[in-house]
């Protein structure tokens, strides 16, 4: 489910997050993957004293490494959003598929949120928080600044539409 232009999904309105979201995710995969393999792998590798010592255990560190950023990597790539006349559409892929659909009629509010780095890269996240339990929210990271506000003002538009007709 990579969302290209030549994809099914991409044809049925499934938009993909850029590019710039996958290498920010791919480097926050980097110190995730060393420490985890990565570092009990590489430990256990050098207390069993396993040929090669301590230059094998290091290799594992960065295996590990580039393992984390790899998955940071495609997990971004496997994620697609769509907005439609009945909400919002989410769509994660890495082994198992998580397909959320958020209606109109349930969101209460929105937040988009930059951190210093997701600045840097004019990515945003968007949080869009649902009527149930104060941890109800949908959190869609990665996605373009201009596409985050753009989604949050629509959003915000068809709720207070929703909200007069009431």
Not at 67 to 93: E, H, M
Not at 128 to 148: C, I, K, N, P, Q
């Amino acid at each position: 489910m990579t969302f290209s232009s030549n994809d099914v999904d991409a044809q049925q309105g499934w938009q993909p997050l850029p590019l710039r979201a996958a290498r920010l995710a791919a480097f926050g995969g980097v110190p995730a993957g060393a420490v985890f393999p990565g570092a009990p792998l590489a430990a256990a590798w050098w207390l069993l004293d396993l040929p090669g010592g301590v230059a094998a255990a290091a290799s594992l560190v960065i295996v590990g490494a580039l393992l984390g950023a790899f998955i940071g990597w495609r997990r971004v790539r496997r994620t697609g959003w769509r907005l439609d006349a009945s909400g919002l559409g989410l769509r994660r892929d890495l082994l198992w598929q998580r397909d959320t659909r958020v209606p109109i009629s349930r969101v209460q509010h929105l937040d988009v949120r930059r951190g210093p780095l997701q600045r840097r890269m004019r990515i945003a996240t968007l949080v869009v928080h649902t009527a149930g339990s104060r941890f109800s929210a949908v959190v869609l990271d990665g996605l373009d600044e201009a596409d985050a506000e753009r989604l949050r003002d629509t959003l915000a538009r068809q709720l207070d539409q929703d909200a007069d007709a009431l």
